[in-house]
């Protein structure tokens, strides 16, 4: 998981940018930033954040349905693992 | 859409409900409810409708993906349709 | 809640909007419409739910810190109670 | 912002531990975790920055009511401030 290397480098390359928004907010916060710049940069983040989830679940629906089942026992697992992360993580 | 008629009840009952929620709090509001009680209301109504939609998200993939695909183009479409589902509508 | 007859208006346009939404969707299940629009009307009503609940907070904020405090200890009952429904609903 | 030491120390607190989620997300996909760890772990950075812009949010709030207003126009600027925060930053 994700499973190509492309998918592997978008997904690193998105939880870099998080990590380098929050160092920013960190400088930012030490240097006593006003409020609003500091909510619009954590708005910043929790949007990177919600990008991030939506590609790994998409991806993760690609590697799940990708490739034909190998039985309707097969299919209705795929489905079911599926349904239980969707119902988990996305609102 | 959704599919099985056990399915479409359930789906059915979920909006009668938001629908006798939305009634039950106009009457509130026009009785001049505390803000308290509209709120808590209010965020009764937005949990059901994020629960409608997951069951109806959720029919969808099981509809979308419970019969074996036709063709790698037939697979490869169906994904793409439920991935812009998924991008649409859940965070 | 709410507090002005024009404020009390508003929002009881909003909820009237919300039953009507909910009622249109309740034909279209029971007429059998597709996945794609019934996904398109429960966003509707789950933007039109969001909006109902910014408008009510506001005008709770208006109402709570609209008049000058009566003494501090009166400023800060005022200030818990709204950071507890801030905490409570919106997120 | 935020105003009081302990207030920024707490934010900061919140931060800082955002940022080690992000690198430890970053060594577990290097590592090739798997899809349901990696969700997880994404939910829980979701979870910490909305931890944050309630806890942000929130010192603001007291910090904007926490003084008694110089006039009407300065307690009506307030307000506004604060709601025009309230909608762009919370649902």
Redesign the interface.
């Known amino acids: 998981?994700?499973h190509s290397p492309e998918e592997?480098k978008r997904?690193?390359t998105r939880?870099?940018r998080?990590?380098g928004q929050?160092?920013a907010?960190?400088r930012a916060?030490?240097a006593?930033?006003?409020?609003?710049p500091?909510?619009q940069q954590?708005?910043a983040?929790?949007g990177a954040?919600?990008g991030?989830?939506?590609e790994?679940?998409?991806?993760?629906?690609?590697?799940t349905?990708?490739q034909?089942?190998t039985s309707d026992t097969d299919?209705?697992a795929?489905?079911a693992e599926?349904?239980g992360?969707?119902?988990?993580?996305?609102?």
Do not use: W
């Open positions: 998981m994700p592997k997904v690193l939880v870099r998080i990590r929050a160092e907010l960190e916060l030490e006593g930033a006003d409020c609003a500091v909510l954590i708005a983040i929790r954040v919600n991030l989830m939506s790994v679940m998409e991806a993760h629906l690609r590697e349905f990708g034909p089942a299919r209705q795929r489905i599926m349904t992360l969707l119902r988990s993580y996305l609102k």
